[in-house]
């Protein structure tokens, strides 16, 4: 005989005293959460609960750059259960978050999930990330990307460069900006090329500056443009900390250079300049599909992690 289901009740938590309730579903980024609220990157009301019988059935959160009006990234949504739970309550939180968080007429942004490097292989895992993407999918939501996050760890060596070329730092934002619009022409990765089916390259490249790039804390000095001995540019490296980890934020050779193994002395200098800050880490990420620039990070000593996957809203 199967005993009628408590009513479901859907909101978001009253404030930092529901945290232990929130995170009672584990996931990798529980320990951030409380540290995000502080900072002004989540709020209360952009992290949400499905509730049965006070017991968390799913959740669902949003973050942004710190103290944002509006989420930039949905990176948390959980089922009740390992292998998935019921959906049908994730679905339901969906429908009554989605219209309470993101403004009226606005698409929603991005979901984006980490998981364990080897998700595919194990039944249980595989079945509760196509569970929480199935949810996704029934309110709107559509695989944009698989990708591979990639750590370099203390005790790795750093390449010895190969004396080809020479590094010098940024000049200035117009000449990172002349040079990533260069590097988008015949790019590999997914984000950058949904951005030029609806903007020019430089237009891309004017907002990768200054919606990501420009707002790194740490110091613009470590950023690297590699030249031949004539001094004429050839790639650049953005080694930075976005505010949990020392990162390489970007990473390209232009067009005219490729094919010469130059991407390896610009990967070294970015990682070997972190690496001389005593750094616990190094992280970087790039698309599963994107295999020459994954080669890159694997010659460079980095390993992957975790897999991430991005879903979008259209």
């Not at 990765?189 to 949904?194: C, F, G, N, Q």
């Not at 031949?228 to 790639?235: K, T």
Request: charged share 25%; hydrophobic share 40%; net charge negative.
């Amino acid at each position: 005989m199967l005993l009628p289901q408590p009513d479901l009740v859907l909101r978001p938590i009253t404030g930092p005293e529901e945290l232990d309730l929130f995170n009672s579903l584990p996931y990798v980024l529980n320990n951030e959460i409380g540290d995000d609220l502080a900072a002004g990157h989540r709020r209360p009301e952009w992290l949400w609960l499905a509730l049965r019988a006070d017991r968390v059935v799913a959740r669902a959160g949003w973050w942004s750059r710190a103290h944002d009006r509006h989420p930039l990234l949905m990176d948390i949504f959980d089922l009740d259960a390992p292998d998935g739970g019921d959906a049908g309550d994730g679905v339901r939180l969906l429908e009554r978050a989605l219209p309470a968080v993101v403004p009226a007429g606005a698409t929603p942004p991005q979901y984006a999930r980490f998981l364990p490097p080897d998700w595919r292989d194990h039944p249980r895992s595989r079945r509760a990330v196509e569970d929480r993407m199935g949810a996704l999918e029934r309110v709107g939501a559509r695989l944009f990307v698989e990708r591979l996050r990639l750590e370099w760890r203390p005790g790795t060596p750093v390449a010895e460069l190969s004396g080809r070329l020479s590094f010098r730092p940024v000049r200035d934002a117009g000449e990172l900006i002349d040079l990533m619009t260069l590097v988008l022409d015949g790019t590999l990765d997914a984000h950058s090329r949904d951005d030029l089916t609806r903007m020019t390259p430089r237009q891309a490249a004017q907002e990768q500056y200054h919606n990501e790039l420009a707002r790194y804390a740490s110091p613009r000095g470590w950023w690297q443009v590699a030249t031949l001995p004539e001094g004429e540019p050839v790639g650049v490296v953005i080694p930075a900390h976005n505010g949990y980890n020392p990162i390489i934020a970007y990473l390209g050779v232009v067009p005219a250079h490729r094919g010469r193994g130059y991407i390896h002395d610009v990967l070294a200098t970015g990682t070997g300049l972190l690496a001389a800050q005593n750094v616990p880490r190094i992280r970087a990420a790039t698309d599963v599909g994107n295999v020459p620039m994954a080669a890159a990070f694997a010659r460079a000593g980095y390993v992957t992690f975790e897999r991430q996957i991005d879903m979008v809203w259209r």
